[in-house]
């Protein structure tokens, strides 16, 4: 009874283990640091940094100093057009925890989007920005198509 | 000298022919579908040519969702044939501006995909301004914070609202229970009293009951400070 019981035990931790592996190998798997950050570190702290905007407070910061863009959404999405000024990052580099965007001064307004405005990856994305010591994280509601709706500039690269 | 002038010629001969671009698209980049109501289906054409010297075969098309269909009639293409593919959006779920991509996988030809983006404007029938509630940055200190939704009527009967509930506790909403003529608007009028700083996110729930039974969403965004 006792060793069935471990075993079922060491299967759980070996399969931990591999989720946990195949986690950082895969493209779209999530960093080991934001793991630890969900699990030990809790949430709470960089949960209260991101501000959710609307489009029309975008467009009136566009081009502003001391304002970076972010645009996460595919390379070919952003290729074809995107917010004038933006900057295109890896989703799954943020998410890992590397990526140009972290070389940017600590103390700029980084408004971030993506396609519809997945508000699920907003505390994913708050986390690992959180962690590098960024304070200002803005978030466009409805992401890039609400931009669009809008009948708002693009720009293509 | 000379036997390298020809191993150069021989090459850059060679690259061109294996680079000649075989699948060409007629049709822009982005096809516009122009603007549909809820709940319709539109079609459109993504057309394209071989523009190459060979024989182009189509592998498969992939769309980047379930509200996409596409039909080709055939998959192989001579030389300066034209093709085209249809495409079939359905609006079923959407409201506002959507994109969709379309991606053709080149079996025989090159390149071996290409991409081509949908674009629909899905005209809401029922419309709710503004799309969240902001109440972030909104000092403790502060008794009660008012804010305002306006719901529009853009069907052409009566829009029953039959219930408008919320997961925030301390958020009133007046009213929550009338009948909209069409396209008249209702405005309704929110009061959150802040209990604690940080974040206090949550949402509005809005119930309707004819001329179809819909429940929709609103996010409601609230940050309180010191």
New interface residues.
């Given amino acids: 009874m006792k060793s069935s019981i471990l075993r079922l035990l060491i299967i759980i931790l070996i399969s931990l283990i591999l989720g946990i592996i195949v986690n950082q190998w895969h493209p779209r798997g999530i960093g080991i640091k934001n793991l630890l950050g969900t699990f030990i570190l809790g949430s709470k702290k960089t ?2 940094m991101v ?2 905007i ?1 489009v029309d407070s975008v467009f009136t910061v566009l081009n502003k100093p001391g304002v970076t863009i972010l645009d996460i959404r595919s390379l ?2 952003y290729q ?2 995107h917010i004038p000024g933006a900057i295109h990052v890896s989703r799954s580099d943020l998410l890992k925890g590397s990526g140009n965007a972290f070389s940017l001064p600590k103390d700029k307004k980084l408004i971030i989007y993506d ?1 519809e405005g997945d ?1 699920t990856q907003v505390k994913l994305i708050a986390q690992a920005f959180g962690r590098e010591g960024f304070q200002h994280i803005f978030w466009l ?2 992401g ?3 931009w ?2 809008k009948g708002m500039d693009t720009e293509s690269r | 000298m000379g036997l390298r002038l020809i191993f150069l010629l021989t090459l850059a001969g060679l690259i061109s022919t294996s680079l000649s671009q075989e699948f060409k698209l007629l049709s822009p ?2 096809l516009d579908l122009g603007a549909i109501k809820e709940d319709s289906v539109v079609s459109g054409q993504i057309r394209f040519t071989n523009s190459g010297d060979k024989p182009l075969k189509i592998g498969r098309i992939q769309t980047s969702c379930g509200c996409t269909a596409t039909q080709l009639d055939k998959l192989i293409y001579q030389p300066n044939e034209e093709g085209s593919i249809e495409v079939r959006f359905n609006s079923k779920g959407y409201s ?4 969709k ?1 379309v991606t053709i996988f080149i079996e025989e030809g090159t390149p071996s995909s290409a ?1 081509v ?1 949908l ?1 629909v ?1 899905v005209k809401p029938q029922l419309e709710i301004n ?3 509630v ?1 109440m ?2 909104i000092p403790f200190k502060d008794s009660s914070v008012k804010r305002t939704l306006v719901i529009t009527n853009n069907y052409d009967q009566n829009l029953v609202v039959d219930k408008i509930t919320t997961n925030i506790k301390t958020l009133t909403i007046k009213p929550t229970q009338f009948v909209l003529k069409p396209g008249s608007s209702q405005t309704l009028d929110l009061k959150y009293q802040p209990v604690s700083e ?2 206090n996110d949550g949402y509005i729930e809005i119930e309707f009951k004819k001329p179809v039974e819909k429940m929709k969403r609103v ?1 409601v ?1 609230i ?1 309180v400070i010191q």
Avoid: C, N
């Fill in positions: 949960e209260t501000y959710i609307p070919d999405d074809l057009d396609q508000m509601f409805g890039y198509v609400s669009l709706e | 980049v982005i506002g501006l959507v994109r991509t991409r983006t674009q404007v503004p799309a969240f902001d972030q940055d940080g974040r996010p965004f940050k």
